[in-house]
């Protein structure tokens, strides 16, 4: 009996929380408050207008509204360039080579497809599975075309977002959904949906059978 497993990567593999937090950190310091708000008020913005985080399309109306900006090029190389690979959650890779014992795991997150792909591929969870990962803006609407990509006989999606798991469960039924209880997600309301099972760490995937 095939088993997918697919992992989520925001606040499930990867820190994002505290990527978040050092990054603003840095970008205050080479634009200062003032600036500083107004990038993130386009990054809301830009997340309120697309459904999702989109950096690379923050950054260029950062850009249109402050052409003379003189630490822009710093900013954009800062934001690019930032280490994902020390936001890996303790334990993630670990649990990633024991669900590969029992079944095949895959990434599938979301989010906008450039830079998303970058933090994956910096840090190291596209090599974790062997390349296998699924991206998309809105992810819960392209379960069919996962399981093209992906056919099995049973499926596990792993997240940190009551939200995202209870879409999954309404649109496929028999999609085991696993709530790990990281970042600050994880606690929304669940508005009468439940997750299958809640791991409170990421790594409890290597022992937990599921």
Not at 7 to 16: A, E, I, K, Q
Not at 162 to 181: C, E, F, G, Q, Y
């Amino acid at each position: 009996m095939r088993t997918v497993y697919l992992l989520d990567v925001d606040n499930t593999l990867l820190d994002n929380d505290r990527f978040n937090v050092d990054l603003t950190k840095e970008i205050v310091r080479l634009l200062g408050p003032d600036r500083t708000r107004e990038f993130h008020a386009l990054y809301e913005a830009v997340r309120a207008e697309l459904g999702y985080v989109d950096y690379p399309e923050t950054i260029r109306r950062f850009g249109r509204a402050h052409p003379d900006e003189p630490r822009f090029p710093e900013v954009v190389a800062l934001i690019l360039g930032w280490p994902s690979q020390q936001y890996v959650l303790p334990g993630a890779l670990e649990a990633i080579r024991s669900l590969a014992r029992r079944g095949l795991p895959v990434i599938l997150s979301d989010g906008d497809l450039v830079y998303q792909a970058a933090k994956i591929g910096r840090s190291g969870l596209a090599a974790a599975v062997d390349g296998r990962v699924l991206i998309y803006e809105h992810k819960e609407r392209h379960l069919d075309d996962v399981a093209r990509r992906f056919p099995a006989d049973r499926y596990v999606v792993v997240d940190d977002k009551p939200r995202i798991l209870a879409s999954v469960k309404a649109m496929r039924r028999d999609i085991l959904t696993v709530l790990v209880h990281q970042g600050k997600y994880a606690r929304e309301g669940l508005d009468g949906a439940h997750p299958d099972r809640t791991l409170e760490r990421v790594a409890d995937l290597a022992t937990v059978d599921l």
